[in-house]
């Protein structure tokens, strides 16, 4: 009887400590985050149909209105609004399941070029993703044809250097992993690794564990007004939110992805240091007097992936989760405004421009997109 009596109270012992730690751990969430995950989801509602209300789907498929989509379907997948996901399919079909429409291959491009020619430019290549995901939601070929037509037209040539700027990854990248997802074809993983690799020879910083935008930017080339090296806070943004995009799609013990998660979590300590008081990051991020002031689509696609990373155990709560919550501090007191709009998105470029305005009124599609990416992964950590 005392055998059991004693069993008993270690079991109620052993339910009351696991009751401390799990309240310990909420009150520590609280002290962090202020907002609770319905509170989140309104602000998602709310920036997204003041969005959606001001800019008809009826654009192009470039990278800009792309990146925008990949955050609302986002916000549809968490929320299951269905006029989030008729948006985007109207988009698609504006579009014509299409990036860049030309149907030469012998003409087809993949340096800068905003024509029908650069169907192999990955900046053509990103509304695939948001194709790819309205395919899985309501499969019908012909949503993915044009996808697959491109990047295995891609994979069919010897070239390697695709991605020879650090925002292609983000543009590319996952359209190659949902398509390995789709479809169960290596190849896709081969060439994925290919072009990864000879992105990284060609841009990544061993010592801060950060991408230079391109080859122009490579140190001592286009250093900071205080000399240092000069790292866009966007271009690194896409890159690590391409990351998170991408091991979603990856098999936990594929190889490459051993490397990903590596290059992740390595970024994100980098990262981590840099961070400003306020919670955002300067356009330069290791020069915060290159063009001082907070910018929102760098520090929101930054927060994406801290809240990705700390939702799938890849970055450790205690020590990750008050640079993600001082991130969204940020996004969602300073960064958004009092009519829903995302402000102060540095516009459409390459690189932190010294003296450029950056306000309250600067918003952008993409930076609108980042928000929701943001927003969606907060919303399922506090879930």
Request: charge should be negative.
């Amino acid at each position: 009887m005392k055998t059991l009596q004693l069993t008993k109270s270690l079991f109620l012992i052993f339910i009351f400590s696991l009751s401390f730690i799990s309240l310990s751990s909420c009150k520590a969430k609280n002290s962090l985050l202020s907002d609770s995950k319905k509170e989140v989801i309104n602000i998602i509602h709310k920036v997204n149909q003041h969005w959606q209300a001001g800019h008809p789907y009826t654009v192009r498929a470039f990278w800009d209105n792309a990146a925008y989509h990949s955050g609302n379907m986002e916000a549809y997948f968490l929320t299951g609004k269905e006029a989030y996901r008729e948006y985007s399919e109207k988009w698609a079909e504006h579009n014509e399941w299409m990036g860049a429409k030309s149907v030469d291959k012998s003409r087809w491009r993949y340096h800068y070029g905003e024509n029908d020619l650069y169907v192999l430019f990955g900046d053509w290549q990103t509304c695939f993703q948001t194709y790819i995901d309205l395919y899985n939601i309501e499969p019908k070929e012909h949503k993915i044809d044009r996808a697959k037509e491109v990047m295995y037209y891609q994979m069919s040539t010897e070239n390697k250097d695709y991605w020879w700027w650090a925002d292609g990854l983000y543009m590319a990248m996952p359209v190659m992993t949902k398509l390995y997802k789709l479809t169960a074809d290596e190849g896709f993983l081969e060439k994925l690794q290919e072009y990864y690799q000879f992105a990284e020879e060609l841009m990544y910083d061993e010592e801060y564990a950060l991408f230079y935008r391109d080859a122009k930017y490579v140190y001592p080339k286009e250093p900071t007004i205080n000399g240092k090296k000069n790292f866009w806070s966007r271009g690194n943004g896409w890159v690590f939110a391409a990351y998170a995009k991408v091991m979603q799609d990856l098999p936990e013990d594929n190889a490459f992805r051993k490397t990903i998660e590596q290059r992740f979590v390595a970024m994100a300590a980098s990262l981590k240091k840099i961070q400003q008081e306020d919670g955002y990051w300067t356009r330069s991020l290791l020069d915060s007097e290159h063009a001082p002031g907070p910018e929102t689509s760098g520090t929101a696609f930054f927060t994406y992936a801290y809240f990705w990373g700390i939702n799938n155990g890849l970055l450790d709560e205690k020590e990750y989760l008050p640079t993600a919550a001082k991130a969204w501090s940020y996004l969602s007191k300073t960064a958004l405004q009092d009519d829903n709009s995302i402000g102060y998105v540095q516009p459409i470029g390459e690189r932190a421009i010294p003296g450029q305005t950056v306000n309250a009124k600067s918003t952008a599609n993409f930076g609108v997109g980042a928000f929701l990416l943001a927003a969606c992964e907060l919303a399922r950590y506090l879930d």
